[in-house]
């Protein structure tokens, strides 16, 4: 995180300012900016922009900028709003390249055919190299996790739940991070090879 | 109802209300991109309807490639792991797909007795050999396994009691005794699954029960003979079994003593 990602509109007491009012706390504020960003580019990539930068800038250029005008009491819903009147334009605006191009973009078209064989077998070796990276818990949990399909899956993750102690959502998220942290050594390990 | 707003099935009005929800919450946030991913997880399967596909893809931003091949390499390695369980089901003896369950718990009770005098016969018999004989075939009938082998070698990820799940087996003893000592389970049996962490023996040590010690633990305890292992290093998995059914335990710790 740094002022840099927010727009050059911005100056850099709005910014402090925008900190602030996230946490009175330096360390705890940039913990809760990181965690706003990931939450509103999640936002923006589900609302169909996959290059959401921009957005997330743009909707927090106009939280800085309202924070030095008004009296805001609870922040996160007023940048959610904001994020919602940021997205509202930008389908507007892409509406209208849509009808000026007269096309859209497909999600066919973002599959590149070539290598696609050798990039797969390639993704399959890193997986199976990161895989026996894990320590034996975070492998057994996430072999367990994602084995099963539809109704086997449900009783698999129920039992696991059971076995932890814990509840499927949390049990969820706990193996999904597992997933994450092999999606990213999948990702190097084929930036690697390449 | 993530999995709606995934998939492009919710009102208008539910799609807000789900979105100021995972804005305002991080857990909320952390689980539905955990559902976005098993539902890329159901996409390479097949599972999703081509609006459905299409949906989810678009969304899934610039990165879209890279995720669906880790999505394919992932349901791959699952794949052999079905494999795998699938072999381990069709490799068992063929007469226990033959005989009736009843058949086979009175062929087991018939086994065990007649295991149980050859006991009784050794300890009455002069000690002319000091080894122990061990009881290589299995005491009681095999148990139709739910879980694939792999899994008695990486599960129980946690435990109550001790995190350590390896073993080192001394070679300088005859007899090895390995005693199991359970603190939070209580089913009728147990099978206890002991490989070599180099991946040179395994052996499952089946109808092994809990019986109280001096010391008031409840413990598990089987025997092995130092010549048929070489010194080195080995993981336990232990099962509880009920019935046809076998589920892996947490909450045990083992040790080794020599005679």
């Not at chain 1, 959502?169 to 190097?188: F, I, N």
């Not at chain 2, 040590?205 to 010549?227: K, P, Y």
């Amino acid at each position: 995180m740094s002022r840099d990602r927010v727009g050059s509109g911005v100056t850099a007491e709005r910014f402090d300012r925008l900190m602030a009012a996230l946490d009175p706390d330096r360390g705890r504020a940039a913990q809760a900016y990181e965690s706003l960003r990931q939450r509103l580019l999640t936002f923006f990539r589900l609302s169909g922009f996959p290059e959401a930068h921009d957005l997330f800038d743009k909707t927090m250029d106009i939280a800085a900028r309202r924070l030095s005008e008004i009296q805001i009491d609870n922040l996160g819903a007023f940048i959610t709003v904001i994020a919602q009147n940021v997205r509202f334009e930008a389908m507007r605006d892409r509406k209208r390249m849509v009808s000026l191009t007269g096309q859209s973009e497909r999600a066919e078209e973002l599959f590149p055919d070539r290598q696609e064989a050798e990039r797969q077998e390639q993704a399959f070796d890193c997986l199976n190299r990161c895989l026996e990276r894990l320590d034996v818990g975070q492998r057994s949990l996430v072999l367990e996790y994602y084995k099963y399909a539809k109704a086997e899956k449900i009783a698999s993750h129920q039992k696991m739940a059971a076995t932890f102690g814990t509840t499927p959502g949390t049990l969820r998220v706990r193996a999904y991070r597992v997933k994450q942290k092999l999606e990213d050594c999948v990702r190097h390990c084929m930036s690697v090879d390449k | 109802m993530f999995t709606d707003y995934l998939l492009g099935r919710l009102s208008a009005e539910d799609r807000d209300r789900v979105e100021r929800e995972y804005l305002a919450d991080d857990s909320l946030h952390q689980e539905i991109i955990a559902v976005e991913s098993e539902l890329l997880d159901s996409y390479v399967r097949g599972e999703l309807s081509v609006d459905e596909q299409k949906y989810l893809v678009g969304n899934l931003g610039p990165a879209v490639t890279e995720r669906i091949q880790f999505a394919r390499a992932l349901g791959r390695v699952m794949g052999t792991l079905k494999s795998e369980r699938l072999v381990a089901h069709r490799i068992r003896p063929r007469w226990t797909t033959v005989f009736s369950i009843p058949l086979r718990v009175q062929v087991a009770a018939a086994c065990l007795g007649m295991v149980l005098f050859a006991v009784v016969a050794l300890n009455r018999w002069p000690a002319s050999s000091p080894r122990v004989p061990v009881p290589d075939p299995p005491l009681v009938a095999p148990i139709e396994r739910r879980v694939p082998t792999i899994d008695a070698v990486l599960f129980p990820v946690e435990r109550s009691v001790g995190q350590q799940e390896s073993v080192t087996l001394p070679h300088d003893a005859r007899i090895i005794t390995l005693q199991l000592v359970v603190s939070s389970h209580d089913y009728p049996g147990y099978v206890a699954k002991l490989d070599a962490l180099d991946g040179s023996w395994s052996r499952t040590l089946t109808g092994l029960h809990l019986s109280q010690n001096a010391a008031g633990e409840r413990v598990a305890e089987f025997q092995i003979d130092s010549t048929q292992v070489k010194p080195g290093d080995y993981r336990i998995a232990l099962s509880g079994v009920r019935g046809s059914t076998e589920d892996l335990v947490a909450g045990y710790v083992f040790r080794a003593k020599t005679e």
